[in-house]
C-alpha cells in the first residue's frame, strides 16, 4: 500500500459513514419521509430513523458516572495493558471490563434499562413463562407464525426458530424466569463475545492482532444494544461456534481436531434454530477454514449442524418449511410500508450507530491494503462484510437491524484493530464517546 493511499483510506472510509449515518437520520426528517421505523406503529416526531428508538435525551443516570469511568479508563490504559498482560489475564480483565461497559450502559437508564425489553409482551420471555409442553410447542410452532392463526406468536417468537423460545423456557424452568434474572444471564453470555473473536484470531495465529483489537471488542458501541436484546445471545453463540472452528482447524492432534470440530457444529446448529440470519455466518466459517489452510474440520462440523437441525425436524419444527412461512408473515405486516429506496442504505447507516463510526474507516483501510494486512483479520473483516450485504439484499433485514447487526459487529470490529497506530489511539476514544451519546441521547429499545 502507497503511503498516499494508506494516509487516505481511513479518511474516506470515515467521512463516508458519517455522510451515510447524517442522511440515514436527516433525510426521512428533512423530506418528511415515513419509513415506519417503528413497529408496533406509533408514528411520533420522537422517532429517529434509522434505530427502533425514539429521541430521548437523559443527562444523567445511575450508570452514567461509571460508564464514563469505564470510557476514560480504558481509553487511557486499555490499549496498554492488551499488549502486555498474559493471554488468559487479558481474557479474564476483557470479560470483567466488557461485563461492566454493557451493565453500566445499560443502567444509565436504571434497572429498567435491563428488563424493559425481556419482559416486553412482543419478546420471549412472557411466553417462555407459558410453556408447559416443549414437545407440542415444537410440532405447533410452525402453525403458530401467520397472523392469521388466532393464537400467533408475539413478533420476536414468531420471527425466529424456536431455539431462542427454548432458551428462555430453560431459564424459567431453572428459576431465572424473571425479567431481571434472564437479562442477567444475558448479559454475561454477551460479555463473552469479544472472548470468542479473540480466541479465534489467537487460533489462527493473529495474536498481535487480537490483542490490538481487544479494546474496540470490549467497549464496543454494540454494547448499547448487547445489554438488552437476545439477539446478543445469539451472536455469543455463533462467536464460540466459530472460535471452536478455528481451534478445530489448527488443532495439532487428531482427537482434538474432532471435539472441537463437534463443538462448532453443536454451536453453530443450534444457532441457526436461534436466528434465521445466523447461517450467513457460514461464509465467515469458511474465512476461518481458509485462514487456518485446513478444511479437515468442515465435514465433522458441517455433519454436526445438519444433525441439530435434522433432530428439530424429527421433534416437529422443520427450518426449511418456517422460513417460507415467516416470510409471508413478514411482508403481512409492517415490512410492506418500509419503503427498500430507503431502507437498503439507511440499514448500513444503523450499522455505523451499532459498530461506531470508526468501523468505516477500518473498512476502508483493510479493503486498501488486504494484500498486506494481516491475511487471516483481512479474512473474517471481508466475510463478515459479506454476509451483511447478503442480509441487506435480502429485504428481510428492513429496519430494527441494530440489534440484527450483533451476530456480524464483532467480526467487523477486527478492522479496527489493522488501523495504523494513531488512528487507533483516537480512534477508540471515538467509539466509546459514540456509545455514551446514543444511550444518552436516545431510548433505543433494545
Request: aromatic letters at 10%.
Amino acid at each position: 500500500m502507497t503511503s498516499t493511499r494508506a494516509r487516505l483510506a481511513p479518511w474516506l472510509g470515515l467521512v463516508l459513514a458519517l455522510v451515510l449515518v447524517g442522511l440515514a437520520f436527516g433525510l426521512p426528517r428533512w423530506l418528511e419521509w415515513e419509513v415506519a421505523s417503528r413497529a408496533p406503529r406509533n408514528a411520533s416526531d420522537l422517532e429517529v430513523p434509522p434505530l427502533h428508538g425514539l429521541w430521548h435525551p437523559q443527562l444523567l443516570g445511575p450508570g452514567t458516572v461509571p460508564a464514563l469511568l469505564l470510557a476514560l479508563l480504558g481509553w487511557r490504559y486499555g490499549p496498554g495493558l492488551a499488549e502486555r498482560l498474559p493471554w488468559r489475564r487479558l481474557l479474564l480483565a476483557s470479560y470483567a471490563a466488557g461485563l461492566a461497559w454493557l451493565l453500566a450502559l445499560a443502567l444509565v437508564d436504571g434497572t429498567s434499562g435491563l428488563t424493559r425489553v425481556l419482559g416486553n409482551d412482543y419478546e420471549y420471555l412472557p411466553t417462555a413463562r407459558e410453556v408447559d409442553d416443549v414437545g407440542a410447542l415444537l410440532r405447533g410452532y410452525v402453525d403458530r407464525i401467520p397472523y392469521a392463526h388466532e393464537d400467533n406468536w408475539p413478533t420476536h417468537v414468531a420471527g425466529h426458530p424456536p431455539g431462542a423460545l427454548l432458551f428462555f423456557v430453560l431459564l424459567v424452568r431453572v428459576g431465572l424466569g424473571g425479567d431481571l434474572a434472564a437479562a442477567l444471564v444475558v448479559v454475561a453470555l454477551a460479555a463473552t463475545t469479544a472472548l470468542a473473536v479473540l480466541t479465534t484470531l489467537r487460533a489462527l495465529d493473529a495474536e498481535d492482532v487480537a490483542r490490538r483489537a481487544a479494546p474496540f471488542l470490549v467497549l464496543t458501541p454494540a454494547a448499547v444494544f448487547m445489554a438488552v436484546s437476545a439477539d446478543a445471545l445469539f451472536a455469543a453463540v455463533a462467536a464460540w461456534g466459530l472460535a471452536a472452528l478455528a481451534l478445530a482447524a489448527t488443532a495439532p492432534r487428531r482427537a482434538a481436531l474432532v471435539a472441537w470440530s463437534l463443538l462448532a457444529g453443536l454451536l453453530l446448529g443450534y444457532g441457526s434454530l436461534m436466528s434465521y440470519g445466523l447461517p450467513l455466518l457460514g461464509v465467515v466459517a469458511l474465512a476461518v477454514l481458509l485462514a487456518a489452510r485446513s478444511w479437515w474440520p468442515l465435514p465433522l462440523a458441517a455433519g454436526t449442524a445438519l444433525a441439530v437441525v435434522l433432530g428439530f425436524a424429527a421433534a416437529g419444527f422443520a427450518w426449511w418449511e418456517a422460513y417460507p412461512v415467516l416470510s409471508e408473515r413478514y411482508w403481512d405486516g409492517i415490512a410492506a410500508d418500509r419503503p427498500a429506496s430507503y431502507w437498503m442504505w439507511a440499514n448500513l447507516g444503523a450499522l455505523l450507530v451499532c459498530a461506531g463510526p470508526l468501523l468505516g474507516a477500518g473498512l476502508a483501510y483493510a479493503a486498501a491494503g488486504a494484500r498486506r494486512l494481516t491475511r487471516p483479520a483481512v479474512l473474517l473483516v471481508a466475510a463478515a462484510a459479506v454476509a451483511v450485504a447478503a442480509a441487506d439484499l435480502s429485504r428481510m433485514s428492513k429496519a430494527e437491524t441494530e440489534r440484527i447487526w450483533l451476530l456480524f459487529v464483532p467480526w467487523l470490529t477486527v478492522s479496527l484493530a489493522l488501523l495504523p497506530p494513531a488512528w487507533r489511539r483516537w480512534g477508540l476514544g471515538l467509539q466509546v464517546a459514540g456509545a455514551l451519546v446514543v444511550q444518552h441521547l436516545l431510548y433505543t429499545s433494545w
